[in-house]
DNA sequence: GTCTATAGAGTGATAGAC
DNA sequence: GTCTATCACTCTATAGAC
């Protein structure tokens, strides 16, 4: 499993392979087949892996999500993120191809987007975000960070550089600078120190 | 070339044959390969006649940058988008197997984010955005603007939905809102109304 | 369970007649 | 220029021996 994910990400899902799946992992494409009923169910296994971890890093930040839970955990996401680039770089061509995974990955999506949400709100809770003003501008502001935490990684293969994960970061709290009451700022400056 | 076009927005680039389209436009492979030197040359040739479009759509909003001339835009490209979606569908999985295309677009993209961010800039000078407050600031939105705008459709494809272009238009100013000057707000009204 | 060998279905691209 | 026919190749998945 480790070993096609391995190739999934260096060569993209549709380029590799049942042979080289084999090769890398030093058993025979016949036997390979006996244990994953086609290539779908490789794929499904590695998307399981994938989701998995998503959810327990959601979950931790979910708990309390202070600003200092909230970017301790960015970080660790764009990490994830380069360890399942596969997914987030072909997600387009996968969600087409396997619809079930496509369905799996939208109820995902909408947790995320969600959670995303309840964050702000609860930080408009604690005084550190302004109360919304116009409305449902937090709703927009929620699906703007989503998108880029989700397409922070195709941006950058499509534009063929190399960005640390902190400058994602830092253009997601850019996003959310605007909206810092006084309290919210002194909160978000010693967040940021440790 | 609009027939194949057509195909691969429906399919998706890699799901369409040769053989699919001699069809579409009713010749034989053999004279599609002659016309083609490859199915490389065909994409090249769908993606120049894209770029063409793109930049004469660009253009029109450079000369004056003003929030009325960029609105009126906004919505025309992202029919744009739609009408090329096989390329922004597949954007990962073209620009890694043709790497000649990969390195025009990031050409291309590389003018598109200067024009985002000459037009802040020409806001901030005609009064209608603050000058910027922190190092910066106005170089990450216009980075998350192009991004919107880039994967808008990715985006809608990956959670199923259908949106209106209003919706990514709304969205994309609601992250331009804080910057605004009372001035700002006032253009943006009026620009908006029409 | 694991292997080798191969079936079966495609694909892109070319050869050669007209 | 346009066609038909086909080459050469690749891939997934299976059959059958061990």
Redesign the pocket.
Known sequence: MLGSIKLFNENGF???????I?KEV????????????????ILQAAYQRMAQELNGMLGAVQIIPNFKNINEQVLPFFEFQVRYSFFYVDILELTRAYPDLAKTYQAQTQRFLESIKAMIDYNVGTGNLFPERIPQAYDKLAHTIWMMMVFWLPQQKVRGIVQDGRQARDTIWNLIGPYLTEKGRNVYRTAIKA
């Not at 058993?27 to 779908?40: E, P, R």
Request: net charge positive; hydrophobic share 30%.
């Open positions: 549709v380029n590799v392979t049942l042979r080289d084999a030093s058993i025979s494409t016949g036997n390979l087949s006996y244990h994953y009923k086609n290539k779908g169910a």
